[in-house]
């Protein structure tokens, strides 16, 4: 009873810094969710590692993955578990190479309109994003602004149709915790971020998001340890080039000899 009671008290007192706090004007909630976006879309280069373990249930499931991109084009994406894969992409080509398998195949990017080019970068990428790591599009519509009752320090943004959430740390420059609901109110992903690291002077990334997704009535959860490697300078070379090593049989467009 005691320990209800203490929760009951800090919960109160959270509530009422908050209430002392500042609600942030829409605009001025909005601007700072858009800055984050481009922050993370103007970044020249930016490499990191993700371990993942996803529970649905009594199943789990342990990824792990280093993700490497380079602007405006370039994507490197080396899979350790559950089975080696890399996958490299360049503005002329992209290479997708299984070891176990001994076979790598090449597309020739060159036959490619830029749209279908932009659509292939966007699927690639699909495959490995991390949900939390930015906002994203925002809807057109103004939304409600509040101090978050989770934290003071933080601004709450939300939309009703659909019903959108997001808790902004304004210092950091961060999404710290979100939710996304499909058209029938129901939860299409919850994300939760902690560990902020600086990765670059000024630019901050979480150590650790916590994601939760409904499927069919049943909850999905992903604990994603993030580990930063290299923010902001430009990436060596040959972390885009790919040669099959001898013995791999080469499947799809032939290289060029």
């Not at 976006?37 to 996803?54: G, K, N, V």
């Not at 529970?55 to 578990?81: K, L, M, V």
């Not at 749209?115 to 970068?121: F, N, S, T, V």
Request: charged share 25%; glycine share 4%; with cysteine.
């Amino acid at each position: 009873m005691m320990r209800m009671g203490f929760f009951a008290f800090l919960f109160l007192s959270l509530a009422a810094t908050a209430a002392e706090k500042t609600a942030p004007a829409p605009e001025q909630a909005v601007a700072l969710a858009r800055e984050i976006e481009t922050r993370f879309a103007a970044l020249p280069a930016l490499r990191y590692q993700i371990d993942c373990a996803t529970r649905n249930g009594r199943q789990s499931q342990t990824e792990r993955w280093t993700f490497a991109y380079q602007a405006p084009d370039r994507i490197r994406i080396d899979y350790h578990e559950p089975l080696a894969r890399t996958l490299v992409i360049g503005p002329d080509e992209t290479w997708e190479y299984v070891p176990r398998a001994r076979q790598a195949l090449r597309t020739d990017l060159t036959k490619l309109s830029a749209d279908e080019k932009a659509r292939r970068l966007a699927a690639v990428s699909a495959r490995v994003a991390v949900d939390g790591l930015h906002p994203g599009p925002l809807p057109a519509e103004e939304p409600q602004t509040s101090v978050s009752p989770l934290d003071p320090d933080w601004w709450r943004l939300e939309w009703a149709n659909p019903r959108i959430c997001f808790d902004l740390d304004p210092v950091r420059k961060v999404v710290a915790r979100s939710e996304v609901f499909t058209s029938e109110n129901r939860l299409a992903v919850r994300t939760e971020a902690a560990d902020f690291r600086e990765a670059a002077p000024g630019f901050w990334l979480p150590g650790q998001i916590r994601c939760t997704y409904e499927r069919d009535g049943s909850f999905i959860e992903r604990q994603i340890q993030l580990e930063p490697l290299e923010t902001g300078q430009p990436l060596p070379e040959e972390t885009f080039r790919f040669s099959p090593p001898d013995g791999v049989e080469i499947l799809g467009d032939p290289p060029p000899r």
